[in-house]
């Protein structure tokens, strides 16, 4: 495996050479394969043009992310990119941190293109049915989504956030995940299944975490490593940390569940049919989503700061499924949306 890590160190390095000057345009491309990026933009954007691949896109979101930190830990001995650095493997080459986040994960599979890779496939395969009469047109969605997935790779490692070996495993599983995960997405099921799917994302994740701690595996190695050779020490960010994830996957899957079970569900599910209703539905979702991110967590303690995630997650479904289309009804267009 050494042999992998060290190829991979040296097409950081030709990267970082060729690509010298457009480090801004790379960073950004990494901002949107960000897993973050799928609940605040991706969701509340696809939810806005069509309910049901909305949900379909959240589903998949937080059942892959729970997924891919389990397969982190399971995979304990993959190396992160800062283990180059203990390892002394980068003596040869001169490798430049571009990030102003530190990863504290285990390098393997990459979230960023698992997760948003299996999120964003069952888009690529509406549009592209959507498309089908359409001629060459129809394989538009395929080639955007392949050129996003191959931008994301090549920043995640062009940043040290990654090896090469590991966003392709994160492309791979990704893809294959979007396929399997599309067919369980709970659209009818009741309140109880989305709470109880929330408690089994949290406590099965602290479970896992607490059975291989006493069995000797440390699962904070590569925490210790970001914050050992990370540039800037508040770069280590509590949002990167592993049960970030998990109260986000836990607490969007709880919002979901009280968000497809409010009494308002049914009389706000108007099929958007006109553009502008569209937009005004995304701006109000991307509003409320960025007044919630807004508010500052208390990190008084690692507890505190988890609960406050699961809270403000769990908010988030509520914010682009029932409040935003409540405010655009009432205020914008009154009762004139179609029933579905």
Not at 237 to 255: K, M
Request: charged share 15%.
């Amino acid at each position: 495996m050494d042999k992998v890590h060290v190829a991979g160190i040296a097409v950081a390095n030709v990267l970082q050479t060729h690509l010298r000057g457009s480090e801004e345009f790379w960073l950004w491309v990494t901002y949107l394969g960000d897993p973050a990026c799928v609940f605040l933009i991706y969701f509340p954007l696809v939810y806005s043009y069509t309910r049901r691949l909305g949900v379909t896109v959240l589903w998949l979101a937080l059942i892959s992310e729970w997924l891919n930190l389990v397969l982190k830990w399971f995979l304990f001995g993959e190396r992160p990119f800062w283990w180059i650095f203990e390892s002394g493997k980068d003596s040869d080459v001169k490798l430049k941190q571009f990030s102003s986040t530190c990863e504290t994960g285990p390098g393997s599979p990459s979230g960023h293109c698992m997760i948003t890779g299996s999120a964003l496939l069952p888009v690529v395969i509406f549009l592209t049915k959507q498309w089908s009469q359409r001629g060459t047109y129809r394989f538009i969605p395929i080639f955007l989504y392949s050129l996003l997935m191959m931008g994301i790779a090549v920043s995640r490692v062009l940043i040290l956030a990654h090896f090469p070996h590991q966003v392709v495993a994160g492309i791979i599983t990704g893809v294959f995940l979007g396929q399997v995960l599309e067919r369980t997405v709970p659209r009818n099921r009741s309140f109880g299944f989305f709470a109880l799917a929330s408690l089994l994302l949290l406590f099965g994740a602290v479970f896992i975490n607490w059975v291989m701690t006493v069995s000797g595996v440390d699962l904070s190695w590569s925490i210790h490593l970001a914050t050992k050779w990370c540039s800037k020490p508040e770069w280590v960010h509590p949002e990167t940390r592993p049960f970030s994830s998990v109260t986000r996957s836990a607490g969007n899957a709880l919002g979901l569940g009280l968000a497809l079970h409010c009494p308002l569900y049914r009389s706000l599910q108007g099929d958007n049919t006109r553009w502008l209703e569209r937009g005004v539905d995304l701006l109000f979702s991307i509003l409320f989503l960025k007044i919630l991110l807004f508010v500052p967590l208390p990190a008084s303690s690692p507890a505190v700061f988890y609960a406050s995630n699961f809270l403000r997650h769990s908010l988030c479904p509520l914010a682009v499924i029932i409040l935003a289309p409540f405010i655009k009804k009432k205020i914008c267009f009154g009762n004139t949306s179609k029933k579905d």
